[in-house]
């Protein structure tokens, strides 16, 4: 998108202008990745319960009277677990931060969309 300049500003300039952006505003992307971080943030979280249940089960206070087994070996499904969780919080943080940063370049967008229907006199 072009920077509206004065010698820009005839009508049908602006009228391109608009229609640009009308187009480029059709479909709000920051939406599609707020949808997709939030779906991972709560797939995260579910998966932090399930890692925790894990360290848990390990190496949890027991009830009294009750004798733990010894457990011989890595807690290898306690580290896949932990390992999985920081990834799918990770995408999910970062889906978020790139949809809110999307979001305020729209809201950019519509605000000069906005200004461009003052100018070509659209608003009804």
């Given amino acids: 998108m072009t920077a509206a300049t004065p010698h820009d500003a005839t009508p049908a300039a602006l009228r391109a202008e608009h229609d640009e952006l009308a187009r480029r505003l059709e479909v709000r992307v920051s939406i599609d990745h707020l949808r997709r ?5 709560f797939v995260g979280l579910i998966s ?3 890692t925790v249940k894990l360290a848990w089960d390990r190496w ?3 009830k009294p009277g009750v004798v733990r087994k010894a457990l011989v070996g890595r807690p290898l499904f306690l580290w896949v677990a932990t390992v999985v969780t920081l990834v799918i919080l990770s995408l999910g943080i970062a889906s978020l931060l790139r949809a809110r ?4 370049e729209e809201d950019r967008l519509f ?3 906005r200004e461009l229907r003052g100018k070509l006199e659209l608003e009804g």
Avoid: Q
Avoid at 101 to 104: G, H, K, P
């Fill in 37 to 41: 971080g939030l779906l991972r943030t």
């Fill in 111 to 113: 605000t000069r969309f």
């Fill in 48 to 50: 932090a319960g399930v």
């Fill in 101 to 104: 940063r999307l979001a305020r």
């Fill in 60 to 62: 949890g206070v027991l």
